[in-house]
């Protein structure tokens, strides 16, 4: 009968099955715990952490307003091109629950927030019709 060689470290027999991806492997690459091959029990490690420290609300919306805050400063330079750098400049902070506060500068920076808050109210709106489905 051949003996199996482990499927990981290729050096020592395999004694055991993996769980997981079906993997023959030995001792040393083995974790009896959860059964499962040392590959897979890193990767599962891995997932069970992810899992184990989920983003608390808050600091979603936080991140979400500082994704907000980075369209602006896009809008910004959009707006930059577009008036005519230094001609207008202007970007939005957007922390839920509080209301976008804008700031400008320059000739057109008016019409560079409203540009912001336009496009910081769809985005808000977007992101409010995919959570309702
Ligand atoms: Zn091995
Ligand atoms: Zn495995």
Known sequence: MRIRTCEICGKRAARYVCQEC??????????????????????????????????PAPFKLFLLGFIL???GMILMVIAAV?????AGA???????????IGFGAGQYAFFAILLA???AIVLILFIMLRRRT
Do not use: K, S
């Open 90 to 100: 202007g970007f939005v902070v957007f922390i839920p629950p509080l209301p976008p």
């Open 22 to 55: 079906g993997h023959e492997v030995c001792q040393f690459c083995f974790e009896p715990n959860t059964w499962v091959c040392l590959d897979c029990y890193n990767h599962l490690r891995r997932e069970a952490q992810v899992e184990a420290f989920p983003w």
């Open 69 to 71: 805050m980075f369209i």
């Open 82 to 86: 577009f008036f005519g750098v230094p």
């Open 117 to 119: 808050v336009a496009l």
